[in-house]
């Protein structure tokens, strides 16, 4: 699938929370104090069709027993789940919204569609080119045709091939498992042994979570054509049999994550 094709319900927030018109501003006040990632709430009516948005800028001065209804924002900008990630980016930069409700023809709230998720969809997404450069260098370095597939894999059983994961992007991942926005793994099935290829993070916030089967692209080797799997005789190498042998390093950020210094 091309960048072009990507689809905003591929990479939305579903099970978003919500309000309805008629709830008191001192409640709204109060779940907003808990931390909604958005800093405000879609209303919506008893049939979850989209009537406004209520953020935290609409409740200054406003006292706590108005209703939700009397100070919700009502000429909202909107996507569809089928418009694409590319150009939901574009109506989010021009109108300078940081999100943007994804309804349907009933105007149904389906989800929110992030600045976020826009980058996302372009730097954690498993590109088909990513699976294909995969399967391309095992084929070259082994001399055998590989078969790819897409389906679940049990998480307990998978042998890593990396040693390390951050702590701060763990986090991420889960939040990704937690809202069904983590994207599939890719793996090598090894004759009754799968090592785990790319997704470490994930597999490891899936492994935290109890999560016990995720989606996979899965390329298959057989052992009787390959003796022994460059990947697998490194994880040997490595003491890597379990995602429990992965050190979580709490201590240093990714490295592409810079942060100021306090001033003297």
């Known amino acids: 699938m091309e960048l072009d094709d990507v689809r905003v319900d591929a990479y939305m ?3 978003v929370e919500t309000v309805h018109p008629e709830t008191w501003v001192t409640d709204v006040v109060d779940r907003l104090k808990s931390g909604p990632q958005y800093g405000g709430l879609p209303v919506v009516d008893e ?6 948005f209520v953020g935290a800028i609409d409740l200054l001065e406003v006292h706590g027993s108005e209703r939700v ?3 919700m924002s009502r000429d909202l900008v909107v ?4 418009m694409t990630v590319k150009n939901a980016a574009r109506v989010i930069f021009r109108t300078g919204h940081q999100f943007l409700p ?3 023809d009933e105007r149904t709230l389906l989800g929110l569609f992030s600045n976020g998720d826009a980058v996302r969809s372009q730097i954690e997404r498993t590109t088909p080119s990513k699976v294909q450069s995969t399967r391309e260098m095992l ?9 790819v597939s897409e389906r679940e894999i049990d998480v307990p059983s998978l042998i890593p091939t990396q040693r390390e ?9 889960k939040y990704e498992l937690q809202n069904g926005l983590a994207e599939p793994l890719i793996v090598i099935s090894y004759g009754a042994e799968t090592l785990l290829v790319d997704g470490h993070h994930r597999a490891l916030a899936a492994r935290q979570l109890g999560i016990d089967r995720m989606l996979a692209h899965v390329l298959t080797v057989s052992p009787d054509e ?3 799997l460059g990947l697998r005789k490194m994880a040997r190498l490595g003491g890597l049999e379990s995602l429990a042998d992965v050190d979580i390093n709490d201590y240093l950020q990714h490295p592409l994550i810079e942060k100021t210094e306090p001033m003297q």
């Open 79 to 82: 996507v569809r789940p089928e």
């Open 69 to 71: 209804e009397s100070v």
């Open 139 to 147: 084929e070259r370095t082994h001399g055998i045709s590989i078969s």
């Open 13 to 15: 927030t579903t099970g």
């Open 226 to 228: 390959v003796g022994e």
């Open 165 to 173: 994961v951050y702590g701060d992007e763990l986090e991420g991942r």
């Open 47 to 52: 049939g979850e069709h989209l009537l406004g």
């Open 102 to 104: 994804v309804v349907d």
